[in-house]
């Protein structure tokens, strides 16, 4: 494996069956993919770790992906949605708190309509013009991610999920294609937004072969962001005996993402501390450079229960702030009070 981590570092790629043969390698030299990883995250970011407020402002969702806690169709889910006030107060709050991103991400919901969505984009861009809006809303047309777009929204995470045709079919039912997933994250680029895509590792049916697809089509898109997390089963699916995805492998993952796309943002994600309790450390300490904490009010964070025992769901947003400044601090790095916008352009 020593020269697969080597040939990675210095040619920025490696083959399909290379990838494929490094992910499945799991001798020590995982320890000299990290330390890499970790010393192009500093050569590009240094210690800065940028924090983005996770604003979840409704559960409700007319798609079906059938990992998800929220689907349509799971009828134990309480719904719920914040009202614009919500949603303003809690940027109010996450501005008092160093944030200078608010990412509002929910399920796709009819109730938010274009009208709705640009009232409440154009509001908080300008009562703080100095922060990045990023919107994670799922599947609309290019006329809509234009509109949201010209209101003031910087960016879009939409994760590809799988880069491969059969293998997304597998993941949601018919009428979700993987053609239109595509078209989607070809508008939000050719619109001009800073674009997020990205995956869950161990999926149900996912194979080796098909992380190394989503690695090449990463590298071939290249996106200002990439968001991976384990894939964790929820009770009210029928994935729900699925086995979770691996830390190690999640880790390992973020330091190979980290030597294709040198200056790509990288959450270490909630999903990833969810199943490992130091997984935001080690997250970043193999490569990652973002934490995005939750900023919505505590009494509808049970609610948004993509995964079963997502973690930080009774915190205040000051103590989950802290929480995570105290983690940072104690791996060498430092959150910043900057909107962290990619060096990946
Ligand atoms: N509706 C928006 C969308 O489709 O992009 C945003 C919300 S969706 C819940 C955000 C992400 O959660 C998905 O892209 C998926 O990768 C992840 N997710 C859903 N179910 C999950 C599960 N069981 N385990 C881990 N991640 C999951
Ligand atoms: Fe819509 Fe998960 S199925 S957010």
Redesign the pocket.
């Known amino acids: 494996m020593t020269d697969l981590v080597e040939k990675l570092y210095r040619e920025r790629t490696l083959s399909k069956s290379e990838l494929i043969e490094l992910i499945n390698c799991r001798d020590a030299d995982t320890e000299r993919l990290r330390t890499l990883a970790e010393k192009v995250r500093i050569e590009n970011y240094g210690h800065d770790v940028y924090v983005r407020g996770l604003i979840e402002f409704s559960n409700y969702?007319k798609?079906d992906?059938r990992?998800?806690?929220?689907r349509k169709s799971n009828l134990n889910c309480e719904r719920y949605r914040l009202s614009y006030n919500d949603i303003m107060e809690c940027c109010d709050e996450g501005y008092k708190l160093g944030f200078r991103t608010f990412v509002l991400?929910?399920?796709?919901d009819a109730y938010f309509t274009d009208d709705r969505l640009c009232e409440i984009i154009t509001a908080i861009k300008s009562r703080y013009p100095d922060c990045a809006l990023t919107l994670?809303?799922?599947?609309k047309s290019f006329d809509s991610y234009k509109r949201y777009y010209d209101c003031g929204a910087d960016r879009y995470?939409?994760?590809h999920?799988t880069a491969n045709k059969e293998h997304y079919q597998k993941l949601h039912p018919e009428a979700q294609s993987f053609e239109n997933r595509m078209r989607c994250l070809n508008d939000l680029k050719r619109i001009g937004y800073q674009v997020g895509c990205?995956?869950?590792v161990g999926s149900p049916y996912q194979t080796d072969e098909c992380l190394a697809e989503d690695l090449l089509f990463m590298k071939d898109f290249n996106p200002q962001m990439i968001g991976i997390?384990?894939?964790?089963?929820?009770k009210d699916?029928e994935f729900d005996d699925y086995p979770d995805g691996s830390a190690e492998l999640t880790i390992k993952l973020l330091s190979i993402i980290r030597l294709m796309l040198p200056k790509v943002l990288l959450p270490a994600t909630t999903?990833l501390a969810t199943i490992d309790a130091k997984g935001r450390e080690k997250g970043i300490l193999a490569g990652a450079n973002v934490v995005m904490p939750n900023l919505s009010p505590v009494l509808v964070r049970k609610k948004y229960q993509?995964?079963d025992n997502k973690i930080c769901t009774g915190d205040e947003s000051a103590q989950c702030a802290l929480c995570l400044k105290q983690r940072i601090e104690s791996i060498g790095c430092r959150i910043v009070t900057d909107r962290g916008d990619s060096k990946n352009k």
Do not use: D, K
Request: aromatic share 12%; net charge negative.
């Open positions: 969702c798609q992906c990992y998800c806690g929220i991400q929910s399920g796709e994670s809303i799922g599947e995470l939409l994760r999920e990205g995956f869950m997390g384990p894939f964790i089963s929820h699916t999903a993509i995964y």
